[in-house]
Structure formats: structure tokens, C-alpha cells
């Protein structure tokens, strides 16, 4: 099993940063992908970046966010960031953490992002 829990969400005006991270935690192998996902409400859920372990090549980002937002990794600590820039009220959601591994998928319980004056 593992266990995902994500912190960093909050309040910002617009273009304001934000900084999110998922600590995940429990059986990882050394294989798998990490990702954002976001839902806003009336929204379809929207997968907004991913990264694979080392070597597993760059990040994706959705054109969304692209140029705004950087997903990264320390594996040192099992956690993963978001660094959101130029926030715009668009981005307001839940942003939710997954992992996938060989044995299947795992979530996170989101962190809610809104993005208001």
C-alpha cells in the first residue's frame, strides 16, 4: 500500500504562486509515475503535469499550464511539488496526487486551490 498526502493549497490573488507537495509514503518501487490531477467543479478532472522516476524521461505538462507551472521530484524524500506561477482564477481546483506503480493506482485527498481577489 501506499499512502499519498498533499498539502500547499490556500487562497492567492491572481498572478499570485502557490506551492504544492505530495509526500507519498508506504511500498514504492522504484519504477513509477507520479502526476497532478485537478477538478474543478463542473469540470472533467484534468491531469495538469507527471513524472516518472530517474530515467523514465521530462515532465509533461497540460497546455493549460505550460510556462506557468514546474512538477518535480526529490526522491530522497518520496515527494513531489508543484510550483504554480501566474496563478489565474481559472486554476482554481482541487488538486489531486497520484501514483502509479505496477500494482496499481494510488490518490491523494487533494488540496483545494483557489485563485480570487
Known amino acids: 500500500q501506499v499512502q499519498l498526502v498533499e498539502s500547499g493549497g490556500g487562497l492567492v490573488q491572481p498572478g499570485g504562486s502557490l506551492r504544492l507537495s505530495c509526500a507519498a509514503s508506504g511500498r514504492i518501487v522504484g519504477f513509477h509515475t507520479m502526476a497532478w490531477l485537478r477538478q474543478a467543479p463542473g469540470k472533467q478532472r484534468e491531469l495538469v503535469a507527471n513524472?516518472?522516476?530517474?530515467?523514465?524521461?521530462?515532465?509533461n505538462y497540460s497546455d493549460s499550464v505550460r510556462g506557468r507551472f514546474t512538477i518535480s521530484k526529490d526522491n530522497t524524500k518520496n515527494t513531489m511539488y508543484l510550483q504554480m506561477a501566474n496563478l489565474q482564477p481559472e486554476d482554481t481546483a482541487v488538486y489531486l496526487c497520484?501514483?502509479?506503480?505496477?500494482?496499481?493506482?494510488?490518490w491523494g485527498q487533494g488540496t483545494q486551490v483557489t485563485v480570487s481577489s
Open positions: 497520484l501514483l502509479n506503480q505496477y500494482d496499481g493506482n494510488y
Open positions: 513524472i516518472t522516476s530517474a530515467g523514465g524521461g521530462p515532465p
